[in-house]
C-alpha cells in the first residue's frame, strides 16, 4: 500500500511539474516572493505593456508570437496561462549563442533541476529515505519532488540569465534591446548576486536556511529599492552653481529597455520657500530616420543619454548658492515613457508612466 501511495505521489509530482503551485508546499517563502515578479506576470494577460505591444505587432494577425521563448517558455501560444516558472529557469542546462537572441538549452531528464549553493560546486543531491536502528529512526535526504544538480556553472554566475536577458534584434538586423552585462560571468558580482541578494528566510520547509536568494527579482517593477542601492548621488558647490553626480554601480545601463526613462528632480530651499530647478532626463530612444519607432521598424538609435555602467554622470546647475541652503534631489523613472503611453494605449496606467522615485539625496550648503 505504502509503494502504492508513492508511485501516485510521483505521478501527481511529474504532471504537474510546470504547475508552480506544486513548488509551494517546500518552498513558501519563495512562492510568495514570485507571485509578485515581473517573470511571473510576463504572459500578455500580466504583463500591459507587453501585451500593448504585442496588440500592435504586425506578427499578431498571423498569431506568429515569437516573443514565447521567454515570455511563455512552456508554451507557444500568445494567450498562454503562464509566464516563466520555476521550471523555466530551473531546468536550463546551458546557453547558445546566436546573432539575432541567445537561446536556452533545457534539461530533458524529469525531476533533475538545476541550482546554486556555495559549497555544493560539485554535488547532486538525490532523494533518498535512510533508516538506522532496524527501522526504528529514519531520515530523508534531498527533496521527493525533484534530484537537484549543484553542478551547473552557470547558476553560479549571471550566465544563466543571458539566454533571454543578452541581446534582441529585429527583422532588420537592429539591436532593439542589448543588456551588455559587464562581468555577467563573474562569480562575485553578477545578475543574480544583484537581482536575486539574500534575504532572510529559510529556501525550503526541507531544510531549514537563514537566508535565500530573493526571487521577486529585483527592478523597476518589484523592489526597487534593491536597485537603488547601486546607485550613488553626490553634491559639489562650483564657482557656477553647484553640481550633482549620479553614479551607477550596476554593471549594465541604469535601467536596460528602451521604453524606460530616467530623470533627476531637484529642489532648492531657501528661507522656508522651495523652488523646483530644472529637470534632467535620461533616455535611449530607438527608431528609423531620426525618429522614434515601434521595435520592429527601429533601424538605429535616434537618442541616448542613458547612464551607462560603472558611469559617473555630472549634472551642472548655474544657480548662485547661499550658506544653509538645502538641496533635494531625487532620482526616479518611467516605466513607460510618458510620451509614448498615450500611443500605446497605457496613459491611464498610472503606474506604468507616472514617476517612481528610486534614490533621494539632501545636502546642505556651508
Known amino acids: 500500500m505504502r509503494l502504492l501511495l508513492s508511485l501516485m505521489s510521483l505521478f501527481i509530482i511529474q504532471v504537474s511539474a510546470t504547475d508552480i503551485s506544486t513548488c509551494k508546499s517546500c518552498h513558501p517563502v519563495i512562492y510568495n516572493e514570485f507571485q509578485n515578479s515581473i517573470h511571473k506576470k510576463s504572459t500578455i494577460k500580466e504583463d500591459k505593456v507587453h501585451n500593448a505591444i504585442w496588440q500592435k505587432h504586425p506578427a499578431k494577425p498571423k ?27 530551473h531546468t536550463i542546462t546551458s546557453i547558445e549563442k546566436h546573432p539575432k537572441a541567445n537561446k536556452n538549452i533545457y534539461e530533458k531528464k524529469d525531476k533533475t533541476l538545476y541550482s546554486a549553493q556555495k559549497g555544493m560546486e560539485d554535488k547532486k543531491v538525490v532523494y533518498e529515505e535512510k533508516s538506522s536502528w532496524f527501522g526504528l529512526v529514519k531520515e530523508t535526504v534531498g527533496s521527493p519532488y525533484h534530484d537537484i544538480d549543484y553542478s551547473n556553472e552557470n547558476f553560479y554566475t549571471g550566465k544563466m540569465c543571458m539566454g533571454c536577458h543578452s541581446h534582441k534584434q529585429n527583422g532588420k538586423g537592429f539591436d532593439v534591446c542589448r543588456t551588455n552585462v559587464v562581468g555577467s560571468q563573474n562569480k562575485e558580482v553578477n545578475c543574480i548576486s544583484c537581482h536575486m541578494p539574500k534575504v532572510n528566510g529559510s529556501a525550503t520547509t526541507i531544510r531549514e536556511s537563514k537566508q535565500h536568494a530573493f526571487h521577486g527579482f529585483a527592478g523597476v517593477h518589484t523592489a526597487p529599492t534593491m536597485l537603488s542601492k547601486h546607485i550613488l548621488i553626490d553634491y559639489k558647490k562650483v564657482a557656477s552653481g553647484f553640481e550633482i553626480t549620479i553614479e551607477n554601480q550596476a554593471p549594465h545601463n541604469l535601467l536596460t529597455h528602451p521604453l524606460r526613462v530616467v530623470e533627476l528632480k531637484t529642489t532648492l530651499k531657501r528661507d522656508g520657500k522651495s523652488e523646483e530647478l530644472k529637470s534632467h532626463k535620461f533616455v535611449k530612444t530607438i527608431g528609423t530616420n531620426n525618429k522614434p519607432s515601434m521595435p520592429w521598424l527601429a533601424t538605429e538609435v535616434v537618442k541616448d543619454t542613458m547612464i551607462k555602467a560603472s558611469e559617473k554622470r555630472v549634472v551642472s546647475f548655474e544657480k548662485e548658492l ?23 494605449g497605457l496613459e491611464n496606467e498610472k503606474k506604468l508612466s507616472s514617476f517612481t522615485p528610486l534614490k533621494n539625496a539632501y545636502f546642505t550648503v556651508k
Do not use: F
Open 63 to 89: 498569431g506568429n508570437y515569437k516573443c514565447a521563448k521567454c515570455h511563455t517558455p512552456e508554451s507557444k501560444e500568445a494567450n498562454a496561462k503562464q509566464g516563466i516558472t520555476c521550471i523555466s529557469c
Open 322 to 344: 547661499k550658506s544653509g541652503d538645502k538641496i533635494e534631489v531625487t532620482l526616479g523613472y518611467y516605466i513607460v515613457n510618458p510620451k509614448v503611453a498615450p500611443k500605446l
